[in-house]
Nanobody, 121 residues
Framework: QVRLVESGGGLVQAGGSLRLSCVTS????????MGWYRQAPGKQRELVASITSGSRTNYADSVKDRFTISRDNAENTVYLQMDNLKPEDTAVYYCNVVGVPSNYPLARDYWGQGTQVTVSS
């Protein structure tokens, strides 16, 4: 069974940095896209950054030039380096993986349990 486990969240002052990690467990035939979403209180979940199997990246405008997404294909792990954090980055951050598991013929969408990031002013 596929599971995603996030880590690296916490409390940081504005201007600080955090690095989120998301480790996948279980077997995949292929992983296409890996990404990070976030949801702040009272707001909809939004895409923060994503990266394809070919390392093509996509970022929300609000995090461009501050956040960097990367992946380790050998370990099926995705990272989010967050620099120059702002109070408006405060949210629960969720890892997302789109891939074909070894026991199913089609691509499926998987989510982690979320990790809290709080940025104080």
């Amino acid at each position: 069974q596929v599971r995603l486990v996030e880590s690296g969240g916490g409390l940081v002052q504005a201007g600080g940095s955090l690095r989120l990690s998301c480790v996948t467990s279980g077997w995949f035939t292929v992983i296409d896209r890996m990404g990070w979403y976030r949801q702040a209180p009272g707001k909809q979940r939004e895409l923060v950054a994503s990266i394809t199997s070919g390392s093509r990246t996509n970022y929300a405008d609000s995090v461009k030039d501050r956040f960097t997404i990367s992946r380790d294909n050998a370990e099926n792990t995705v990272y989010l380096q967050m620099d120059n954090l702002k109070p408006e980055d405060t949210a629960v951050y969720y890892c997302n993986v789109v891939g074909v598991p070894s026991n199913y013929p089609l691509a499926r969408d998987y989510w982690g349990q979320g990790t809290q990031v709080t940025v104080s002013s």
